[in-house]
């Protein structure tokens, strides 16, 4: 509780007290928060990826499952806080954190955030939201409109309207998957002469209805792990989400999408939605859009683009045409706590058509009822928080123009530092950056020899070899707390795609600059040198091959 | 852009700035973040619900779907948000919102949630959440608990086991209940012989390898509208979500229930789950959970509690034995953003058995890889904030005999309440609350006598004309705006059943003192008086009914 004298006893008045709002600038709490304040700025000026402290650790932290029975200070707790929570946390806006979709964020919205979480709204209905489901309209408009350019007209009708919806603003990209997929399925399996749809009858009476043995979801063997959920989820089954094989870029094959459709049909497996993927998680590759939208065009799917982290590229007037042929889709995923640099928590997937969402539209008497402007009627998540604000301010503090630059220094980071990997004998490229995202790793050059040169099977062995350096550096790395990058594991077409260990980079962080990247290598070169019994094995694996 | 000149100019320069951490207490940041607590706390502090401008005017506001080419200045752009924004906002913590499921929050959250907005880990892994993960799975460990009551050697076992999960933390009820009933899904038709199950072949093939017609899971008729999009989602149908009928208490009827799985098998639909309802968001009834719990078992049904907003319940000895039968249930729901008093975007499920969740569980290349401790791979969320902290905190500051007694004091502000109800000739209290949510209506003694006498015919006729007035009252006073209760239809055993509109009010706000409820009363009987052409039609029926 909030208080000078250190009483801890439960009174109600003392509770009461907890949910005032506090008076004037000198309150316990308001000097609680400048303490907090100052030592999160301190934390997020330090560029240590990590105090290192092992898991196992940590844990016994926050081993306790029972709900404390005597309660703490404000000021204890915030102390105990910044101690077990704050100090052992990820620094997930470090220049030198370049391993996941994590940035820096724009220093503004830890203030404007304030107005989120002290209005508290719930935006399933107009009652607890009021202005903020107009906002979050037209948040939901302004991406429809960054992705599909229709004029003022459209807008004007649709962006408002009761009976409609142009997308639903959710938690992240999986939610947005799953709610674009179940659209498309619903679509696909819609009511029909005495068939009331898929939503009422079920998945099993529809495939009977419709006469199909299966249903299929198509998508890149790069496509994100959240569709298997989604294929789960929805009933269709993981077999049922068919992975098609990509180019040496990690693109799909759009011939071999055409051919694995026409042999899903012969089965009578009906092939409801293609999902093109703009900015794959492990490559960042951009799947050729405008061909899989005429393959969906001609085989009635539905295109789905998961935009998930790409999608903000469409900012930049200069790399847009990147994505081209995203306006050919039915729906689209954008998560703005990736590339628009909102705090986590803020997902959207658009639809071009304002009657898509109808197959999913649900009311309930109390709320959502017909007619009203209730969010909810039209997301897959019930009561949510008033995210879409921070979004908001985003587009209008940092703009379009200042977005389209922020989007151009990543991608020429991205170009910089892949020059920068070529220039090393002893790194490999192995993915080119299409967007600010590239994988790579650390390949002496007369290792890179006898790797070519070997034979099948030395070649398999002497790269399980390489795959377990790459895991050490990585790992290594990661826990010397200076900087950290990730690994995945990829199919390489120059390596006869063998399994293949690489690091993985995404350079969305403004903050992270050239210098860092220098480092980056430096360092997981000298971790190399760490592992003497790998690389023994690793150099006794080449004489063999060279002997040969 | 931050800055003192008020240059427009997008630059890398001023980009930079913006994602840099504001030096000092004296920054442009630190004076409009104090300006803004400021203004926030005045309107937290003013006990007025919404400053009242329709619907339509405040969408002008938020009408452009262009994103901004011209940047704003941060303080610009805070003073346009407090103008459009916030001054329309709803007032949800306001004492007198007595409408839903809102209320005032703890006000140590509001620094505190800086930690989570701040830090900006993503809780999908622990590569980026490090201490939150141990921190979240001890959270669901505390409510386990709560719930379950097993011992300490059970929670060191599974609290922290790499490859187990005992819930999920995820943005709300919505998707917690989705998750149980995914969870139940997956488990009923499970891998069996060549069948490799629904996960990985789809329902379909499940189906028929089962060799079921259909699938049902089964609710009272007062279950959460959120059930019928998990079972549209889930591939059931909404037909597939059986209503079961309620007593004169809103609580499902064990009998009915017990006849209606026996009538399901005897057409080879396999009931696979039973929802009981701990709280009903209409009535805020509890369903006979024990007497569930029982079917439940002999019929091999997995049992879910949707115990969403009164699961808080559990926290008071002396009320959580209304909650009986709870820890028989195989899963519970609880949102945190309701009796906990967490800001929007916490609920949680639970899991008594640690395998339970085996049957979701999914794996990635890069994240989530078989053994590691990420939460991610039991989740249906992907990317997800550091919200557990802030119940972590609550649990901690608050403890148990806090919780204990603010859901004390609103149960007892309920009784208190429809006791006053009952004392006013002209109330009616249609549902009795059994933890702080009610519902009744305004019906004047002449009027309940003349519908009690009337015939069939007039008693609808009479019951409709009041329904208007119920509504008529309800919005009115919403947009006078000093105290909202909301509206929804029910079918009271006491009036034949007949669709019935009611206020429905919840009383969880520690800061609604009993004056506000005489108050709310007496605007609503005045507001009745402002609607002589409705009273005339009714007062007309009345006379004719008399006069029979």
Redesign the interface.
């Known amino acids: 509780?909030?208080s000078e004298h250190r009483t801890a006893d439960?009174?109600?008045d003392s509770?009461?007290r907890?949910?005032?709002?506090?008076e004037g600038?000198n309150s316990t709490?308001t000097q609680?928060?400048?303490k907090?304040?100052r030592n999160?700025?301190q934390?997020?000026?330090e560029h240590i990826v990590?105090e290192e402290k092992p898991?196992i650790e940590?844990?016994k932290?926050?081993?306790?499952?029972?709900?404390?029975?005597?309660?703490?200070?404000?000021s204890d707790?915030?102390q105990?806080?910044l101690d077990?929570?704050?100090?052992?946390?990820?620094h997930?806006?470090a220049p030198s954190f370049i391993?996941?979709m994590?940035s820096?964020?724009?220093?503004?919205?830890?203030?404007?955030?304030?107005?989120m979480?002290?209005?508290?709204?719930?935006l399933v209905k107009?009652?607890?939201?009021?202005?903020?489901t107009?906002?979050e309209?037209?948040v939901l408009?302004?991406l429809?409109?960054?992705i599909y350019s229709q004029d003022?007209a459209f807008?004007?009708k649709w962006?408002?309207s009761a009976n409609h919806s142009l997308g639903a603003f959710?938690?992240?990209?999986?939610?947005a998957n799953?709610t674009a997929l179940?659209v498309a399925r619903?679509n696909a399996l819609k009511a029909d002469g005495n068939f009331?749809g898929?939503?009422?009858?079920?998945?099993?009476?529809a495939?009977k209805h419709y006469g199909?043995?299966?249903?299929a979801v198509l998508v890149s063997e790069r496509g994100h792990?959240?569709l298997?959920?989604a294929?789960?989820?929805?009933?269709?089954?993981?077999?049922?989400l068919v992975a098609i094989k990509t180019d040496s870029n990690n693109r799909i094959c759009p011939d071999a999408l055409k051919v694995r459709i026409a042999e899903l049909k012969a089965q009578n497996i009906k092939p409801f939605a293609v999902i093109g993927v703009a900015g794959t998680?492990?490559t960042g590759s951009i799947d050729p859009l405008e061909s899989i939208a005429a393959i969906c065009q001609q085989e009635d799917c539905h295109f789905h683009v998961d935009a998930a982290w790409g999608g903000a590229t469409l900012?930049s007037n200069n790399y847009r045409h990147l994505l081209s042929g995203t306006e050919l889709a039915d729906s689209v995923t954008i998560?703005a706590?990736k590339q628009l640099?909102i705090?986590?928590?803020a997902g959207m997937v658009l639809f071009k058509d304002p009657e898509a969402m109808k197959s999913?539209e649900?009311?309930?008497?109390?709320i959502?009822r017909k007619g009203s402007?209730d969010l909810g009627s039209h997301t897959?998540?019930?009561?949510?928080?008033?995210?879409a604000?921070l979004v908001y301010?985003a587009?209008?503090?940092?703009?379009?123009?200042?977005?389209e630059?922020?989007i151009d220094?990543s991608i020429e980071k991205a170009k910089y530092f892949a020059n920068l990997i070529k220039e090393q004998p002893d790194f490999e490229l192995v993915s080119e950056p299409e967007l600010c995202l590239l994988t790579y790793r650390y390949l002496p050059p007369h290792i890179k020899g006898a790797l070519a040169s070997a034979n099948i099977e030395q070649k398999a062995e002497l790269n399980e070899l390489l795959n377990e350096l790459t895991k050490f550096i990585q790992k290594t790395q990661?826990e010397t707390g200076k900087s950290?990058v990730?690994?995945?594991?990829l199919n390489p077409s120059q390596w006869d795609r063998l399994n293949t260990i690489v690091f993985?980079v995404v350079l969305a962080?403004?903050?992270t600059g050239c210098d860092i990247l220098n480092t980056v290598l430096e360092e997981q070169r000298q971790i190399a040198q760490q592992a003497p019994n790998l690389m023994a094995k690793i150099e006794a694996l080449v004489e063999k091959v060279n002997a040969a």
């Open positions: 509780m909030v439960v009174s109600f509770l009461l907890i949910f005032t709002v506090p600038p709490l609680i928060e400048e907090l304040s999160l700025n934390f997020l000026r990590a898991l940590i844990e932290d926050f081993s306790n499952a029972s709900i404390p029975e005597q309660p703490e200070f404000v707790h915030t105990h806080l077990t929570l704050v100090s052992h946390s990820v997930t806006s391993g996941h994590t820096a964020l724009p220093y503004f919205l830890m203030p404007l955030s304030k107005i979480i002290a209005l508290n709204q719930n107009i009652e607890t939201s009021k202005a903020f107009p906002l309209r037209q408009g302004m429809h409109r960054l003022d807008y004007s962006m408002h959710c938690s992240g990209g999986t939610i799953i179940w619903n009331k898929v939503e009422k009858e079920g998945l099993f009476k495939m199909y043995e299966g249903l792990y959240s298997k959920k294929a789960d989820v929805l009933g269709i089954g993981q077999e049922g998680t492990e900012m998560d706590h640099y705090p986590m928590g999913i649900h009311h309930a008497q109390y959502l402007k897959l998540e019930g009561s949510r928080s008033g995210m604000m301010a587009m209008h503090i940092i703009s379009r123009p200042g977005y630059l922020l220094k990661r950290f990730s690994r995945t594991r993985r962080n403004p903050l």
